[in-house]
């Protein structure tokens, strides 16, 4: 099986990500005993050092992310075992022989590139021009995939030119969560969720992502990018469509994929004339976490742009123009330093056409989809309060699966461990198709577009809080709130 022969390269193998996400995740699964014993990672970097030197420069982050419970000087060993550190410089050909020659044909090399975007063309065509390419190369893409629809195209475009798209796997990390898988189960494995699914009988759906982190270190980037572009367009998007979506033929990347974009492509376009009614833009300024004081967006050491309006935070108010949604709002909101980490999406039924209990307000079912903390789904619902005395009064209780405890086991893998797997495994299911990457940026660029063309201003809120006051008053305008 062609499992059995992957070297994973890894472009940017010293930078952030890599170090927090991509080298722990492989360790996670080699501690599972899920890679296969001749699964080769070739870091790469710019640095000209050993492979010793970068694996000592990994180790402390790693035994930190993998936990004591996990960690062993055995694993250790065996997980060193696996990498080969090759220095190259990416946008210089002369240098990828080195890595040409690591390379056996026989093999599937599965390129990951965690650089940014702009070196994605020079590294693609470096590849090709040292001979690295085969046919049965994968490569698997960060995000951002652009920054506009014109420019995704153009990623597209270039990529495509050097990989199959079968070949192509287009990382949207928040599809390798436990849960968001658990929404494809929860909505087509169980009849009486699927049956009440529409507008006949769902009022209104929520999605929040919720930050406590900031944009420490990394202004530079963040100002030009913003909260939609970095959360929305792509994580906020993706929660869309699976809750949106029509059930799949199959659970197949092509039928899942077919079913998402049609969802992107009936999102209606917020323009000049709706966008002060359907979105805010904020940015958050000094304030307090526990009893820690958190410096403003502006005021960051790193920040160099005094008068930026760039978003830390956004809420829209979407509409999917479908049979099934017609009529049904989707509150999408996120932001950098809220108050509390929390992503969720909260389904929030239509009250019942008549209230026969005279105690209690007609009010509505909800169901709660947990991604971060606590993974899990809670259903709220009315049930009578015990007791004999008096009228029958009824009381909101909730129904709850925490997947932790309900699975026995001892940990929620991460999502790229999820995804490596699957990368490895040639299964494309949970990442992200083209078209529906060029469709998401084609509805955030008519967004942009309204939002700058009616001076649409960033409104501060304080850090360690909910946001500002003006996301409370676009769902309360609906005689809505936000789910706390
Ligand atoms: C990344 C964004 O894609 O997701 C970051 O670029 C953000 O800005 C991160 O902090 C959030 O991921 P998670 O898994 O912590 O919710």
């Known amino acids: 099986m062609k499992d059995n022969h992957i070297d994973l390269v890894l472009f940017g193998a010293a930078g952030d990500l890599s170090r927090r996400k991509l080298l722990p995740a492989l360790m996670h699964l ?43 000087e055995g694993l250790w060993q065996r997980f060193c075992q696996r990498v080969d550190y090759v220095s190259v410089q990416f946008t210089d050909i002369s ?47 960060e995000k951002p995939i652009g920054r506009n629809h014109a420019n995704c195209k153009e990623v597209n475009e270039t990529v495509g030119h050097f990989f199959d798209e079968n070949g192509i796997y287009r990382i949207d990390h928040y599809l390798g969560k436990e849960t968001v898988q658990n929404l494809l189960a929860l909505r087509f494995a169980n009849r009486f969720i699927n049956a009440q699914w529409d507008n006949t009988c769902i009022d209104h759906v929520q999605i929040t992502v919720a930050e406590t982190v900031g944009i420490d270190g ?30 799949p033929n199959t659970m197949t990347a092509h039928d899942i994929r077919d079913e998402k974009v049609k969802v992107v492509r009936a999102l209606r376009v917020i323009d000049d004339a709706t966008v002060a009614d359907h979105v805010v833009r904020g940015q958050y300024t000094q304030g307090w976490y526990r009893a820690e004081e958190l410096t403003g967006y502006l005021d960051l050491e790193d920040a160099d742009n005094p008068d930026s309006d760039t978003e830390t935070f956004v809420a829209v108010k979407a509409f999917i123009d479908n049979w099934r949604w017609a009529g049904v709002p989707f509150y999408l909101r996120t932001g950098k330093r809220m ?146």
């Open 95 to 141: 240098q990828y022989a080195a890595l040409s020659q690591q390379l056996k044909p026989e093999r599937v090399a599965v390129f990951y590139f965690a650089t940014p975007p702009s070196l994605f063309q020079t590294i693609c065509e470096n590849l090709n021009g040292s001979g690295c390419l085969s046919e049965q190369s994968r490569v698997v893409l």
């Open 339 to 484: 108050g509390e980490k929390v992503t969720e999406i909260v389904i929030t039924y239509k009250t019942l056409a008549h209230n026969i209990f005279a105690s209690h307000e007609n009010s509505p079912n909800r169901l709660v989809i947990r991604l971060q903390p606590n993974e899990g789904i809670e259903m709220q619902m009315l049930s009578k309060q015990h007791g004999i005395e008096g009228d029958m009064g009824l009381i909101r209780q909730n129904l709850d699966l925490n997947f932790l405890a309900a699975s026995g086991i001892e940990r929620i893998p991460d999502a790229y461990e999820r995804l490596f797997l699957d990368v490895i495994r040639g299964d494309q299911s949970l990442f992200v198709g083209r078209e529906e990457v060029e469709q998401s940026w084609l509805w955030c660029d008519q967004l942009i577009s309204a939002w700058e063309s009616r001076r649409l201003k960033v409104n501060p809120y304080s850090a360690g809080t909910k946001g500002p006051a003006q996301a409370e008053l676009l769902i309360g305008r609906d005689g809505r709130s936000w789910h706390e």
């Open 218 to 247: 990394r202004f530079s980037y963040y100002d030009q990018v913003g909260q939609l572009r970095d959360m929305l367009q792509n994580h906020l998007m993706q929660l869309l469509c699976l809750v949106a979506m029509e059930p």
């Open 30 to 72: 080699d501690y599972s005993e899920l890679l296969s014993p001749d699964l080769r990672i070739l870091a790469l970097s710019r640095e000209d050092i050993s492979t010793d030197q970068f694996m000592a420069g990994q180790e402390q982050t790693l035994k930190a992310y993998l936990g004591e419970q996990r960690w062993s």
